[in-house]
């Protein structure tokens, strides 16, 4: 397939570029962060979606190498908005992992390098673990989180309630906040079933004494409905889409 030919010389030709979209405190909107997503500037087809290429990437093993990019672009990112603003020094970025990324045996050295080289500091750095990614070899899964945890930076569940975990299954993760996937955000406003599922989720996490992230929250309507249930974190595009490098910087000026 010629993508796929194209997806393999994309990294050497320096085609990648990181998008940061804010997470936001639900109670006075201030920043508290953003998560990475790849975008792929291809020479003819223009933009492309990571939805349209991570399949790909992830079926030729290629994930893995714009993976590696991604983790050190975005570490590297954050560190320099942290010289850049010292009086942020809270601000933390979250990458996305697919099975992939964490099944290969070289992650753990690779994280812990990616750190060291780019001097950011363990606990400012997230890891976005979807449920199915952590299904595929669960044992192994939470061997290499808590492993992970070690270091000291923080792990998310992202997509959550959109897999097959079980409940006694994600009580064994070693998980240190739930990121409620859009699906059931995006109709919570109108549809009452939505709105208890994301109660239960809510209700469930604040057991567990881990905070929320909602995913996906265009409308105030959604937002009101969240702080109200006491949703710690949100995302969405009521706050802002993925944006570039350059606006995420402005953005980060904009909350002092
Ligand atoms: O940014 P967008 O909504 O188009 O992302 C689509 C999907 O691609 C999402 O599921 C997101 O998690 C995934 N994705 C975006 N960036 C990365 C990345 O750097 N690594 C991995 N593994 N997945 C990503
Ligand atoms: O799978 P993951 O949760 O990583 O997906 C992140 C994707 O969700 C990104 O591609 C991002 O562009 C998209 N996204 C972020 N906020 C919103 C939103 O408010 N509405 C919709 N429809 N998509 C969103
Ligand atoms: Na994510
Ligand atoms: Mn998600």
New binding site residues.
Partial sequence: LDLELDLRRALERDQFE??Y?PIVRVADRRLIGFE????WNHPERGLI???DF?PL??ESGL?VH??RW?LHQACAQMRAWQLAFPRRPALTVS????AR?LLHPDILPEIRRTLRQTGLSARHLKL?I?ESAMMEDAERAIELLETLKRTRLKLML??FGTGYSSLSYLHRLPIDVLKVDRSFVMHMHERSEDRSFVETIVNLAQKLGRPVVCEGVELPEQEALLRELGVEYAQGYLYSR?VTAAQAQMLIIEDA
């Fill in positions: 990181a998008y979209q990475a997503l790849v975008r979606s990571p939805a991570i990437a992830e994930i714009i993976g991604m990458v996305n992992l697919s990324q976005e979807t992202d997509d993925p």
